[in-house]
């Protein structure tokens, strides 16, 4: 049964095509900066707001920054993004439920779902089944993740965690290029995993502009993302075109 955060992505993508969402990294945020990209964020159309990073930062700080967060925007979901347990707050709408796909430490794979379970299930946070794939550079992300990126020129590689992880009950597949990557995931990478696997897919790492977020969605990407670009001087009105622009319904 599809939790209500899970099925607004859903009817939104139906309706839209494609949508977008904003990450924010706790660590690199301030309480006040987490309000002001929140606020801007909303105003510019994204549809939700995803809260993690790849390195740790303070339970109290995380949970200040996504109560910030919701009172901010009060009308988007907040989605938690963890890269460990330390990434658990009470105070989210949902969490991807993430298994990284490509790692070679079980830890990453189930080990922090089995320790982090107990907490989503007390909390009362809608758990949201995503399988992770570390693509290109890999960045932080990879590192942390002791992950084996996925490279550039293998489609059918990435297509094949895709489909197993469709094969495991994930719901979404996200194909991540890594935070600040130098070019953004490939849009024939992006078809060939659209084309085997029927799981929404989500597209994030390296894409800053409008013309890198139409190419990903209309190469099938369901959801894009964007994270370091908030950090941007022009960041509002870059968002706002790449939420319009993503609709294929306009297209």
């Not at 006040?32 to 159309?45: D, F, V, Y």
């Not at 990434?87 to 796909?101: H, K």
């Not at 960045?139 to 550039?152: E, L, N, Q, S």
């Amino acid at each position: 049964m599809l939790g209500p955060v899970e099925r607004y992505l859903t009817d939104k993508i139906k309706t839209d095509g494609s949508i977008h969402m904003t990450l924010i990294d706790p660590e690199k945020v301030t309480v006040q900066q987490a309000a002001s990209i929140a606020e801007n964020a909303k105003t510019s159309g994204t549809a939700a707001i995803m809260i993690g990073g790849s390195t740790f930062v303070s339970q109290e700080h995380l949970d200040r920054v996504v109560k910030t967060i919701k009172e901010t925007a009060v009308e988007l979901p907040t989605i938690l993004f963890p890269n460990n347990i330390t990434g658990i707050s009470r105070y989210a709408d949902a969490i991807w439920f993430m298994s990284l796909l490509n790692s070679v430490d079980p830890y990453f794979i189930v080990g922090a779902q089995i320790l982090g379970a107990p907490l989503i299930k007390k909390f009362g946070l809608e758990p949201i089944p995503m399988g992770y794939v570390i693509v290109g550079e890999g960045g932080t992300a990879g590192i942390v993740g002791k992950a084996i990126p996925v490279p550039y020129n293998k489609p059918e590689l990435a297509a094949a965690h895709a489909l197993a992880g469709q094969y495991l009950g994930m719901r979404f597949i996200y194909l991540e290029g890594g935070s600040g990557a130098k070019n953004p995931v490939p849009a024939e990478m992006i078809r060939v995993v659209k084309h085997f696997s029927d799981a929404y897919l989500i597209v994030g790492g390296g894409i800053r502009t409008k013309e890198q977020a139409v190419t990903a969605s209309s190469a099938g990407a369901d959801i894009i993302v964007t994270g370091n670009l908030v950090e941007t001087a022009n960041s509002t009105q870059t968002i706002a075109e790449i939420a319009t622009s993503i609709k294929r319904t306009q297209q």
